[in-house]
């Protein structure tokens, strides 16, 4: 007979690896989501101040855009002292009732003085055409800021005063302003969550008999800002700015006068290289406008500024070099 062997004779099977075994058991259950942190309402971060709501989309969309040439210079005479030379070359628009714009050479030369300390900072301004301008910003506590803001001018009615006393709470900010021409007016912003803020102001106008009262919402997060606005003057305004990584944001907003009619939106980018920051924005009008600032050396920048209305046929290009810091 042939060889047999039984499988009661047979070998019992190797046991299976503890990867093997593994792989056998079923899968581990996922683990349960964590719930979500709960909010501590009396520990909210403080807001922007009112008049700043916008302020990262303002950074990309309106951009210090100019035309022609411009040199500034800033000297420090000491760690809080300092002075500055501006010139300026370019072109000055005149109002119309074509619709092309009629622009006039224009120059100026301005001096500045700086005083800049962590409680007080005190600056001034000089052109050569008779305009002169100061600021002042000073911590009476470390709450209460008190800013005064001046420019007198060769012209009549033109001349303007404004202070502002800013209080600044723990989850809150309040702000009273008081100006020339009998104005007066008031703002008031409150954190409602870690990410949303709602604030409201009020202004009165005693020489034009003018009032108006607006209110405002503020969305933020790390990646992004979303704000919205809204006055009793017929304005509705809306923002929007994404943050796409470290360097790259890019910005929109909205804008609608009831009383007017008039509709306006733009879209921007802000755009931070190692050695130079590009910022743009083009708009419903037609106008696409770019900024430039590159980095040349410590203390010394090259500005490249153009903005281009076809609707207008308005065509402006600027350069500039800045000087100290």
Request: hydrophobic content about 35%.
């Amino acid at each position: 007979m042939g060889s047999f062997v039984s499988h009661a004779d047979s070998p019992s099977p190797p046991l299976p690896s503890p990867a093997g075994l593994a792989t056998l058991l079923p899968p581990p259950k996922e683990e349960k989501e964590k719930a979500p942190e709960k909010v501590d309402y009396f520990n909210l971060p403080c807001p922007v101040p009112f008049e700043e709501i916008q302020r990262e989309a303002l950074m990309s969309l309106k951009p210090d855009l100019f035309e022609g040439l411009r040199f500034d210079f800033t000297k420090g005479l000491s760690q809080k002292f300092s002075l500055s030379h501006s010139v300026f070359m370019g072109s000055t628009e005149l109002p119309s009732q074509s619709s092309e714009t009629v622009k006039v050479p224009t120059s100026h030369y301005e001096f500045g003085a700086n005083f800049l300390d962590p409680k007080l900072m005190l600056i001034g301004r000089m052109m050569t055409d008779g305009r002169m301008s100061a600021r002042v910003k000073c911590d009476l506590t470390d709450n209460l800021i008190m800013k005064v803001n001046a420019q007198l001018t060769n012209e009549p009615h033109y001349s303007q005063g404004m202070f502002n006393f800013d209080y600044k709470g723990h989850d809150y900010r309040a702000q009273f302003q008081i100006g020339n021409n009998a104005f007066y007016g008031g703002n008031y912003i409150q954190s409602i969550t870690p990410n949303l803020s709602l604030g409201t102001e009020v202004f009165w106008l005693g020489q034009q008999r003018k009032s108006g009262i607006g209110f405002a919402a503020r969305y933020n997060t790390d990646k992004m800002v979303a704000t919205g606005q809204v006055a009793s003057t017929g304005i509705v305004a809306l923002s929007y700015v994404q943050k796409i990584s470290e360097k790259v944001s890019l910005a929109s907003d909205f804008m609608y006068n009831h009383m007017t009619r008039d509709v306006t939106s733009s879209f921007g980018y802000d755009y931070i290289l190692r050695q130079c920051r590009l910022r743009g924005k083009v708009d419903s009008n037609g106008c696409i406008a770019a900024f430039l600032e590159e980095r040349l050396n410590m203390g010394v920048n090259f500005i490249l500024s153009a903005e281009v209305d076809h609707r207008k046929k308005d065509y402006k290009f600027g350069f500039g070099l800045t000087v100290g810091e």
